[in-house]
């Protein structure tokens, strides 16, 4: 049973630089995994920021960066804003169609 | 504009069956691959299944395999999701997302597009 590992919580200061990981039960995270990042807020529907690991979706400010560090996936984010404040998810493809989802970072912008 | 709008959703008890749909519109469905993903109240989102452009292979996760069945209607630019055997662990948000894919067509695993979900609940 894969499990795909998120930091349940983190906290940014406004103007602050936060990276937030995605990590595999067993192995390292790499780009054959094409990895995506997804902001969603309370009552809303996810919204694509990156996908094959490191491509910003269409619209997604530059401020939204992402990248393999070490052995994870990672999503970092400068300059944060007060409407950055949303829970971030990361989805690993396992390959044979099937897609894992992290268990969601809660970012607070305080 | 890229819609997907989902429906079907409502009350079930433990055991019954429910089919969810999911309207697509302003893109050549026939061209993408589709899938559902799910959310639990209070809880993370889980990927459920998806289905190939023409329909010719499906996939599922763990947790609904051989319960649930995910298809399509390329002549109405629709994907379905029938559930059967309904348990409480199956509440949820439902939402379908459509996988991207580059300009050349290359799957790029992952889901560039979301409809707003339909909410299923099972109840006694």
């Known amino acids: 049973q894969t499990v795909v590992t998120q930091e349940p919580s983190f906290s940014v200061s406004p103007g602050g630089t936060v990276t937030l990981t995605c990590a595999l039960s067993s192995g390292s995270v790499s780009t054959s995994y094409y990895t995506s990042w997804y902001q969603q807020t309370p009552g809303q529907a996810p919204r694509t920021l990156i996908y094959?690991?490191?491509t910003r979706s269409s619209g997604v400010p530059d401020r939204f960066s992402a990248s393999i560090l070490g052995n994870k996936a990672a999503l970092t984010i400068t300059g944060a804003q007060a409407d950055d404040e949303s829970d971030y998810y990361c989805?690993?493809?396992?390959?044979?169609?099937?897609?894992?989802f992290g268990g969601g970072t809660k970012l607070t912008v305080l | 504009e890229v819609q997907l709008l989902e429906s079907g959703g409502g009350l079930v008890q433990p055991g019954g069956s429910l089919r969810l749909s999911c309207a697509a519109s302003?893109?050549?469905?026939?061209?993408?691959?589709m899938s559902w993903v799910r959310q639990a109240p209070g809880k993370g989102l889980e990927w459920v299944s998806s289905?190939?452009?023409?329909?010719?292979?499906?996939f599922y996760a763990d947790s609904v395999k051989g319960r649930f069945t995910i298809s399509r209607d390329n002549s109405k630019n629709t994907v379905y999701l029938q559930m059967h055997s309904l348990r409480a662990e199956d509440t949820a948000l439902y939402y379908c997302a459509r996988r991207g894919k580059s300009m050349a067509g290359t799957a790029l695993y992952y889901f560039d597009f979301w409809g707003q979900g339909t909410l299923v609940t099972v109840s006694s």
């Open positions: 989805v690993l493809y396992m390959g044979s169609g099937i897609s894992v």
């Open positions: 302003g893109f050549t469905f026939s061209s993408y691959s």
């Open positions: 289905i190939t452009s023409s329909g010719g292979s499906t």
């Open positions: 094959s690991t490191n």
